[in-house]
């Protein structure tokens, strides 16, 4: 699969993954947000690529140009396509990086299939620990809230709940042609792979799992974030892990691989290259 832009994997229920892998040198792992295709990776791909990385992403079952299995959207399941895509590849001394969603998957493939081929990760915008309010959770979100967000606006018109949420995704200065495109990429995804994703994000509890994270971890998060609010999600999920850190974009949303594409991958690039993680705290990644 080196040098190859466009590779299928095999899932173990025969589930097609569409993957990306750009340049070569040392693994980044990329694993999109809900509703997202690989396609969305593709700045800070382009970026690190160039800089020597080789750089692999895939389109999560239901999304993109993988197969649209009906089923499978529980973590396990995706923690173990993972798992393909990463043994496929022959990944080692990874640098997994997930946004949003993504970063529960890269939790759940860590607490499911172990460190041996993981080097590191960086979770932007997560979603861990946990959105749904609860005993243990009590600033999160009532469940009776998303199940209404599912069944009144994705199930009736989910391009209008698309446009209303676009903007606050994105920073002020995000082109329209930019929107365009996430825009596009959201929309490519199967209803029901979002519909049935996202009940498995907002019911998830990853605190556990966060604090038997055994490698090194920075958590990159915008405080303007109203998706996954940094006080709810980013500043909780690197208290948590054993050896996990937080570098906060000031004024930045919750997409950040739109909006901060640049910084991102340069924050990046050091934390791959195991740059002490205040460095990039410190906005000194690009020296």
């Given amino acids: 699969m080196p040098g190859s832009t466009n590779a299928c994997v095999a899932t173990s229920d025969g589930t097609n993954l569409f993957v990306r892998d750009w340049g070569g040198g040392q693994p980044i792992v990329f694993v999109a947000s809900w509703s997202m295709p690989s396609d969305s990776w593709a700045y800070p791909m382009l970026a690190l690529s160039e800089r020597g990385f080789r750089c692999v992403a895939f389109d999560r079952r239901g999304h993109g140009r993988s197969d649209d299995p009906g089923g499978g959207y529980d973590f396990d399941t995706l923690a173990d396509d993972i798992a393909a895509v990463m043994a496929a590849g022959d990944l080692r001394d990874v640098t997994m990086v997930g946004h949003s969603v993504g970063c529960a998957?890269?939790?759940?493939?860590?607490?499911?299939?172990?460190?041996?081929?993981?080097?590191?990760i960086a979770l932007v915008s997560p979603t861990t620990p946990a959105l749904s309010a609860s005993e243990h959770n009590p600033a999160g979100v009532?469940?009776?809230?998303?199940?209404?967000?599912?069944?009144?606006?994705?199930?009736?018109?989910?391009?209008?709940?698309?446009?209303?949420?676009?903007?606050?995704?994105?920073?002020?200065?995000?082109?329209?042609?930019?929107?365009?495109?996430v825009r596009g990429m959201a929309l490519g995804a199967s209803l029901q792979a979002v519909v049935h994703l996202n009940r498995t994000l907002t019911a998830a509890d990853l605190t556990g799992a966060l604090g038997?994270?055994?490698?090194?971890?920075?958590?990159?998060?915008?405080d303007r974030d109203v998706s996954c609010p940094i006080e709810l999600t980013g500043r909780r999920?690197?208290?948590?892990?054993?050896?996990?850190?937080?570098?906060?974009?000031?004024?930045?949303?919750?997409?950040?691989?739109?909006?901060?594409?640049?910084?991102?991958?340069?924050?990046?690039?050091?934390?791959?290259?195991?740059?002490?993680?205040?460095?990039?705290?410190?906005?000194?990644?690009?020296?």
Avoid: C
């Avoid at 038997?212 to 915008?222: A, E, N, Q």
């Avoid at 892990?241 to 739109?258: I, Q, S, T, W």
């Avoid at 195991?274 to 020296?287: A, F, I, L, Y």
């Fill in 105 to 120: 998957e890269i939790v759940h493939y860590l607490d499911r299939h172990g460190s041996d081929r993981v080097a590191r």
């Fill in 237 to 287: 999920t690197a208290e948590l892990v054993p050896d996990g850190h937080l570098a906060v974009y000031e004024g930045a949303p919750h997409g950040l691989f739109v909006s901060h594409h640049e910084r991102l991958s340069a924050d990046l690039a050091a934390f791959a290259l195991g740059r002490p993680w205040r460095d990039v705290q410190n906005g000194e990644s690009g020296k």
């Fill in 142 to 181: 009532e469940p009776e809230v998303f199940d209404q967000v599912r069944k009144l606006q994705f199930a009736r018109d989910f391009p209008q709940w698309i446009e209303d949420n676009l903007r606050p995704f994105a920073s002020a200065d995000t082109s329209a042609a930019m929107l365009d495109w």
């Fill in 212 to 222: 038997r994270i055994d490698v090194p971890t920075l958590v990159i998060h915008g």
